[in-house]
């Protein structure tokens, strides 16, 4: 007799989507930000030869700050969706 796999938890699916969620937009946003922060840094500063490791520095505070806001808004929405439809 063969056993069913075990079923995930709601809760485990809704933390699962919300982190990756909010990686996938921390990434994206970091690779963004880092451009337009170093366009900014070339155009102020055009003689610091930091500019590249400010830009990156920047774009990977802003990445980090927007990725866990979209994982909390995520996991927000997807708790008050969740509690919406009916349990089976």
């Given at each position: 007799?063969?056993?069913?796999?075990?079923?995930?938890?709601?809760?485990?699916?809704?933390?699962?989507?919300?982190?990756?969620?909010?990686?996938?937009?921390?990434?994206?946003?970091?690779?963004?930000?880092?451009?337009?922060?170093?366009?900014h840094?070339?155009?102020?500063?055009?003689?610091?030869?930091?500019?590249?490791?400010?830009a990156?520095?920047?774009?990977?505070?802003?990445?980090?700050?927007?990725?866990?806001?979209?994982?909390?808004?995520?996991?927000?929405?997807?708790?008050?969706?969740?509690?919406?439809?009916?349990?089976?």
């Amino acid at each position: 007799m063969q056993k069913k796999p075990a079923k995930t938890p709601r809760w485990a699916r809704g933390l699962a989507i919300s982190v990756l969620t909010g990686l996938g937009i921390g990434i994206l946003t970091i690779i963004i930000s880092a451009f337009f922060f170093y366009r900014h840094y070339a155009a102020e500063y055009p003689a610091d030869t930091q500019n590249l490791l400010s830009a990156l520095t920047s774009a990977v505070v802003t990445g980090i700050g927007v990725g866990a806001l979209a994982a909390i808004a995520t996991g927000c929405g997807y708790t008050l969706f969740g509690f919406v439809k009916p349990r089976p």
